[in-house]
């Protein structure tokens, strides 16, 4: 199993128990597959289908949560506070949060996945 599909399936596996609970089904995975990510059934037989997505609030921290980047790093954080200082930069720049349309913008990369699978 490649890096990828571990974090789909402990995505689902942490999110399958969540969903369950807070709506009264019993939904397990079935099958983990490329488009959707996975196939999961309760037990009356109702399907749900699940694709796992990675977001960022800001361009490079995917790569970063990752450890393949030093975008979030102290010695990052340290240049950001000079250039702040400096008046080279905004404070804010430094700061989390997803920008415009999330739901569109989820849409979107969902949509980008699965045409992969095509």
Known sequence: MNEKERIEKGTAEGFLPLY??????????????????????????????????LTEDRPGD???????????SLEALKKHLSDVKAGKAHPMEWVSCLPGNVSAMIVSRIQKKLKKGN
Request: hydrophobic share 35%.
């Open 62 to 72: 995917i790569q970063a949560n990752l450890g393949r980047s030093d975008h979030k």
């Open 20 to 53: 369950n609970l807070r709506m009264g089904t019993s939904f397990s995975i079935i099958e983990h597959s490329d488009a959707p990510d996975f196939h999961c059934a309760d037990e009356a037989g109702n399907t749900l289908n699940l694709e796992v997505t």
